[in-house]
């Protein structure tokens, strides 16, 4: 298989076919995880490479982003055997000037990679107060929140814009064919006394294409106002972003998520990494993250009681009167949270598409998942 060859979107769809259905059975999070980490290292990871990856997708799954989760397993196993992912690969310094550190990838698992650089970042930042962070070259790092809960746990601040380099899925404002990806904005802020961290990560898309091929799974519909078809109607059908030529995502809030997600190319790709998302960044088949992310240390932005200002902000924001079923207002990373509890209890509830793909995984590898899983 070539680079040419390879559509990642395809890759992660095919699973999905003939195997619909809403049939969904919990699956514990530590042995999905022993799974995901037995599949890894079959697949050429070392132990900490597969242990690293496979707990940054089964977290992603307990969060409730399963979109992020242990079904990209899909479109990396692929993307190894075409040479596009390579395993074992470290985060590299490829650049250093006053707050500016470059960080190159080699292509290697984005978990890994983008977890790495981010360590990096958070050293020089508590050493100096600021990291301005570029990463290129990374294959897809998943859930971007995990990076920005690495910074709040570190008691920093961070910002961080990611673009997608692979094939288009998102349409610009107004247009009818996809030419941006869903380029994910986070914002993480540190727990105080009274508040906890702050996470806000989303795609600039008003939906993730995971969530088209989680739906397809489980042979549901989009919801209306979120999809394009390839003649740039309007339609609910998730089958839509694994065809050629494929529909197109519409982007969040319109004008506004256009925006954002140009942004995120400028910002990740022309000015950090010198890897937009055009055409000749498209074709190769592959899924390559780029980031620039701003880490910095609250104490030494100038307001002291900066931790105070932000419970007495969160404080008025909660005191709202909340809608008919809303219970209280929820901030940035509540809902991840808990969700998270409830999965750990309940497990992780899995399709029969993804369990089917992960069985099909670990069968090509000499393995058998099924004992595990159940």
């Known amino acids: 298989m070539t680079e040419k060859q390879m559509d990642p979107f395809a890759a992660a769809a095919s699973f999905n076919a003939g195997v619909h259905g809403t049939s969904i059975r919990p699956v514990r999070a530590d042995r999905l995880a022993e799974a995901v980490r037995r599949l890894l290292h079959a697949a050429g990871s070392e132990a900490g490479e597969a242990a690293v990856v496979a707990d940054h997708l089964v977290e992603a799954n307990l969060r409730g982003h399963d979109s992020h989760g242990v079904g990209m397993l899909a479109m990396y196993m692929p993307a190894i055997a075409a040479g596009l992912l390579r395993p ?79 094939r288009p899925a998102v349409a610009p404002h ?63 059908d998730p089958g839509v972003m694994f065809q050629d030529p494929s529909g197109a995502l519409l982007p969040l809030g319109g004008h506004k998520g256009f925006g954002l997600a140009l942004m ?18 498209q074709d190769s088949g592959r899924v390559m993250n780029n980031m620039f992310a701003i880490v910095f240390d609250p104490a030494r932005g100038g307001n002291l009681q900066w931790a105070a200002d932000l419970d007495d902000l969160v404080a008025y924001v909660r005191d709202t009167p909340t809608v008919a079923g809303a219970d209280a207002i929820q901030l940035p990373g509540e809902p991840e949270s808990r969700t998270r509890r409830q999965r750990l209890a309940d497990g992780i509830p899995l399709d029969g ?22």
């Open 88 to 166: 074992n690969q470290h985060a590299t310094v490829i650049g250093r000037s006053g707050p500016f550190l470059a960080v190159g990838g080699g292509s290697g698992y984005g978990q890994v990679i983008a977890r790495e650089a981010m360590d990096l970042a958070i050293e020089q930042a508590r050493r100096d107060g600021l990291a301005v962070l570029s990463l290129s070259d990374s294959h897809h790092i998943g859930r971007v929140g995990s990076y920005g809960e690495q910074c709040s746990d570190a008691g920093l601040v961070a910002l961080a814009f990611v673009n997608v380099v692979t």
């Open 353 to 374: 598409a993804t369990l089917a793909m992960l069985d099909s995984l670990g069968r090509e590898r000499g393995l058998d998942l099924a004992g595990l899983l159940g």
């Open 264 to 281: 995120c190319d400028v910002l990740a790709g022309a000015l950090a990494s010198a890897m937009p998302g055009t055409p000749s960044h």
């Open 174 to 236: 107004d247009g009818t064919r996809p030419r941006l990806g869903t380029n994910p904005i986070c914002i993480a802020v540190p727990a105080t006394n009274s508040t906890p961290p702050l996470i806000l990560d989303f795609a600039t898309s008003a939906v993730a294409v995971g969530k088209c091929r989680v739906a397809m799974g489980k042979g549901q519909e989009m919801a209306p106002g979120l999809l394009l078809d390839p003649q740039g109607s309007p339609t609910q």
